[in-house]
């Protein structure tokens, strides 16, 4: 699986790029606000964070450069209904920031100005995304650098357990070695 590339912009439009890495000539589709970011740096060596998607017809590249929106993406992507091209719209719509006060907000008109969603699509997204920023915000304020506690965090969050949940038994958790917190901490999730 593809996380990321470092490269040069071989050809860029408004939302799809051809990244050269080492020779090698990738297509990724961006979103707009990532495609104008980009065209300011269009001489330097770039980092594009990547999600891909394997399909019967195609191998997909989707390219980002801040891990904000990359989880954005793969957020959206899970709501039955929004697609890889809908996520992208979303986001060439609005940044990241924009759109979590419009989740936030329960702004469905804004969010049906994005083309290609209805006032049924913007509802399903409003109820799917509900406190998954305020969630995506928490999970960023664990400490970087007790390296124990954020290991045991992604060991946790990888088995499923939502990052608030996480965030509440960690406070009572006095151990400092990972394996300690993982088993404490399942102790109190279940």
């Given at each position: 699986?593809?996380?990321?590339?470092?490269?040069?912009?071989?050809?860029?439009?408004?939302?799809?790029?051809?990244?050269?890495?080492?020779?090698?000539?990738?297509?990724?589709?961006?979103?707009?606000?990532?495609?104008?970011?980009?065209?300011?740096?269009?001489?330097?060596?770039i980092k594009l964070?990547?999600?891909?998607?394997?399909?019967?017809?195609?191998?997909?590249?989707?390219?980002?450069?801040?891990?904000?929106?990359?989880?954005?993406?793969?957020?959206?992507?899970?709501?039955?209904?929004?697609?890889?091209?809908?996520?992208?719209?979303?986001?060439?719509?609005?940044?990241?920031?924009?759109?979590?006060?419009?989740?936030?907000?329960?702004?469905?008109?804004?969010?049906?100005?994005?083309?290609?969603?209805?006032?049924?699509?913007?509802?399903?997204?409003?109820?799917?995304?509900?406190?998954?920023?305020?969630?995506?915000?928490?999970?960023?304020?664990?400490?970087?650098?007790?390296?124990?506690?954020?290991?045991?965090?992604?060991?946790?969050?990888?088995?499923?357990?939502?990052?608030?949940?996480?965030?509440?038994v960690f406070k009572?958790?006095?151990?400092?070695?990972?394996?300690?917190?993982?088993?404490?901490?399942?102790?109190?999730?279940?």
């Amino acid at each position: 699986m593809i996380a990321g590339m470092i490269g040069m912009i071989h050809k860029l439009e408004p939302t799809l790029a051809e990244f050269d890495v080492g020779g090698i000539i990738y297509e990724i589709h961006i979103s707009t606000n990532a495609s104008y970011a980009i065209s300011t740096k269009k001489d330097q060596k770039i980092k594009l964070l990547i999600t891909q998607i394997i399909r019967e017809d195609a191998h997909l590249l989707f390219g980002f450069l801040e891990e904000i929106e990359k989880i954005t993406f793969e957020r959206l992507i899970k709501i039955n209904g929004v697609g890889p091209k809908v996520a992208l719209a979303i986001l060439s719509t609005y940044t990241p920031t924009t759109f979590s006060q419009i989740i936030q907000d329960k702004d469905i008109k804004a969010l049906q100005r994005v083309p290609g969603i209805g006032a049924k699509g913007a509802g399903k997204i409003m109820v799917d995304l509900a406190g998954f920023f305020s969630e995506l915000t928490e999970a960023r304020n664990v400490p970087e650098k007790d390296g124990a506690r954020n290991d045991a965090f992604m060991a946790l969050q990888s088995l499923g357990f939502k990052n608030t949940d996480i965030l509440k038994v960690f406070k009572s958790i006095q151990s400092s070695n990972t394996q300690e917190i993982i088993k404490e901490a399942l102790k109190l999730l279940k």
